[in-house]
């Protein structure tokens, strides 16, 4: 079996573009039902693969394996989703991105999370965290915490949802769940490790970076209207079609 660096070298030759969507802060509720529109439109081949960056308001979302009994604040909202995992936490200072990316098949999906997990692994090596891939379950770990989670679903062959990773985040709301089935301590972010506030636009540039390394794309940014044109009207996410990076 081939390594994830053999991997790469057999397909570092094969670049295709893809777009990226940069939506600012938004309502989790809103992103979702824009995913759902994507992947309808990526699964007859009406846009290209892409990814969504985002940051949230604040929300708890259950996975296929998550109950209520994980939501330990009633007065947090709580949205139940169709992704893999159990409770996590969306807030400010969060930094998640939602791959709309066509799969050759159900096995592929193993190999997004892992090359997920690879993506956030090397942005937090950018910023001198030595993060790892072993844990307890899938995601992103520094010395027994969890620095980023990752939770996908797969539609007509198409994958959405996605990960979270700390950046500045709010860590006290992770005690309002149980996330991933834990107590809330075994949370961490960026700014926690290293001990002062992260810029949001350095991380994004880290991940857009590795992304397109990873996952063998050239990211274009681009408006909603552009990938959804009935949502033309809308206020748009930042950026213009520009070259990621």
């Avoid at 030759?13 to 995913?35: K, S, T």
């Avoid at 809308?234 to 990076?245: I, L």
């Amino acid at each position: 079996m081939l390594t994830l660096e053999e991997r790469r070298a057999k397909e570092i030759l094969i670049v295709r573009e893809a777009w990226l969507l940069d939506l600012g802060r938004r309502p989790y509720r809103a992103v979702w039902a824009m995913q759902k529109a994507l992947v309808a439109r990526r699964a007859e081949d009406r846009i290209p693969d892409g990814l969504i960056l985002v940051e949230h308001d604040h929300v708890a979302t259950l996975g296929r394996r998550g109950t209520r009994e994980d939501i330990l604040d009633p007065g947090l909202d709580v949205v139940e989703v169709e992704r893999g995992g159990e409770a996590t936490y969306h807030g400010p200072g969060q930094l998640v991105g939602y791959p709309i990316l066509k799969l050759p098949d159900r096995l592929e999906v193993k190999r997004l999370v892992t090359d997920l997990e690879e993506v956030l692994v090397q942005t937090c090596r950018d910023f001198g965290i030595e993060a790892t891939r072993e844990g307890p379950e899938r995601g992103v770990w520094i010395d027994g915490r969890k620095i980023a989670s990752i939770g996908v679903a797969v539609q007509r062959h198409v994958s959405f949802h996605g990960f979270a990773h700390n950046v500045n985040t709010d860590l006290s709301y992770f005690r309002k769940i149980r996330p991933c089935g834990h107590g809330g301590d075994i949370m961490t972010s960026m700014q926690s490790i290293l001990g002062h506030p992260v810029g949001m636009e350095d991380v994004q540039a880290s991940v857009i970076t590795h992304f397109q390394a990873v996952f063998g794309v050239t990211l274009r940014r681009v408006n909603l209207g552009e990938l959804l044109p009935e949502a033309q009207g809308r206020p748009p996410g930042p950026g213009g079609p520009s070259a990621a990076g």
